[in-house]
């Protein structure tokens, strides 16, 4: 039956997704779709009409750019490191990818305690004004059905249904890890409180100096970072949702 379970790889992917998640949340804070970083917003144009027909109507931003592309690169270096290319193989890869989209986003509203899993929500979000279906963004549906649409594709392509039997445990592999992130998600917000509680900031006994040519870039200005006391409030505890 667990035949076409790859505990390693699920485990290693999930554990990917859980680090983009936890990284963004440390350089965006509460505040998604790199709405206050220093980076470039695009909704004019062709390039930006174009991008927000495919994304739900968000902006394209520089950040990104890069946040999207360098997953997609990575999943691809086993191409460069002996495994043989083939159609089947770049339908799976980028199966992938559109998989761990889903569940990488999904981390960072579970792990951030601006969001939660009780306050993740249409009308909470505003790069998701997408219809919602249950308690998940049409995007998310999309992307995990694409995924098993590319595999399929893959299976045909090769002869074998093999492929698509291991992409579907994969799936149901990262979303039982995911669900344990959820159970789990207060100890993280416990955790990002306490290092963020009073006087445990030390910027200010680092010694550090300025960039030669700020006037070069977007900055972001010194954060304004009050300490964050107490527990976490009741709305970071997990619970089942409700239809």
Request: hydrophobic content about 45%; proline content about 8%; some cysteine.
């Amino acid at each position: 039956m667990f035949d076409d379970l790859n505990i390693t790889l699920t485990v290693l992917l999930f554990l990917w997704c859980f680090g983009l998640g936890a990284i963004e949340i440390e350089i965006e804070g509460g505040y998604g779709w790199a709405e206050r970083l220093p980076t470039w917003y695009l909704k004019r144009g062709k390039t930006g009409m174009v991008y927000g027909w495919f994304m739900g109507h968000r902006p394209l931003t520089g950040y990104h750019v890069y946040a999207f592309t360098i997953p997609l690169v990575i999943l691809h270096l086993p191409f460069g490191m002996g495994v043989d290319w083939s159609l089947p193989a770049e339908l799976a890869t980028i199966a992938k990818y559109f998989l761990l989209a889903v569940i990488w986003d999904y981390c960072w509203f579970v792990l951030n305690p601006a969001y939660t899993v009780k306050r993740f929500k249409r009308g909470n979000v505003w790069w998701f004004e997408v219809p919602w279906i249950w308690r998940f963004p049409l995007d998310y549906y999309f992307g995990v059905l694409l995924s098993i649409g590319l595999v399929a594709l893959a299976s045909w392509d090769a002869g074998s249904g093999e492929i698509l039997r291991e992409h579907l445990w994969l799936i149901a592999g990262l979303f039982v890890l995911t669900g344990l992130t959820v159970l789990f998600a207060p100890l993280y917000h416990r955790w990002y409180r306490h290092m963020r509680r009073a006087d445990a900031d030390d910027r200010g006994i680092t010694p550090k100096y300025g960039p030669p040519a700020p006037e070069e870039v977007w900055s972001g200005g010194i954060p304004d970072l009050p300490p964050l006391e107490g527990e976490p409030s009741a709305a970071d505890e997990p619970t089942v949702p409700e239809p």
